[in-house]
């Protein structure tokens, strides 16, 4: 089977931005799943391919550079730039012998760009808005409700982010919760008392 070292070089690509993704938006788990099968697809694809590893590990560590640097403390913009530099130089010489695109390496810098200007940055901006929300158990006492229905597991969405959620009983879609317990990246939720469904509200 041939395979295409552009197809794989996105496959790459999007794998970090998963792997930021999930840094940035802790919760279901979904996104940290995804990047596990991104990571493990492309790694495999490039065993077939006539791979210069030590390339790779610089396009990795410079692509996470420069999505996860601004995370860490975005006063260190210069230094994720040269992150993005070196995913950008590496790209050029990922694979011995073959080439990936130069249009692609452009269209995926220009791409890294504005997904890290316009879906990451935004999601740190209301991180600091809520700094507590960083904290292992700030979270308990929040409210908000559920999206998928709990039985005993669901999903709940809370401060502006959808969490796993377990619950002692089963809790419909769009029931108001509480959280009382946290465990990870898994809540732990009972009906909040002191509201009713948004169904029920509309209804009167």
Known sequence: MVIDP??????????????????YMPGTGVIEGLAVLACV????AMLELPTDWRIVVVVVMGGILFLVMPF?????????LIG???QALGS?????????????????????LFYHRFAL???????????AMREDHSIIGARGY???AINPVG????????????????????????????????LFVERDKQKRPAALEEGQ
């Not at 996105?10 to 930021?20: E, F, K, M, P, T």
């Not at 975005?74 to 230094?79: A, G, I, V, Y």
């Open 146 to 148: 559920v999206q998928r």
């Open 6 to 23: 552009n197809l794989i070089y996105v496959v790459l690509i999007g794998a970090l931005w998963l792997i930021a993704a999930a840094i």
């Open 92 to 112: 050029l010489a990922l694979f011995r012998g073959i080439s990936v695109s130069l249009p692609l390496i452009l269209l995926t810098t220009g791409a890294s």
């Open 72 to 80: 860490i403390d975005p006063r260190l913009t210069q230094l994720a």
């Open 41 to 44: 697809g492309a790694g495999l």
């Open 155 to 186: 999903t709940v969405y809370v401060w502006g982010e959808s969490w796993t959620a377990r619950g002692d009983q089963p809790l419909e879609s769009g029931t108001p919760i509480v959280v009382v317990d946290r465990e990870g990246l898994t």
């Open 121 to 131: 940055m935004p999601v740190l901006a209301r991180q600091k808005d809520h700094p």
């Open 84 to 86: 993005l530099a070196l």
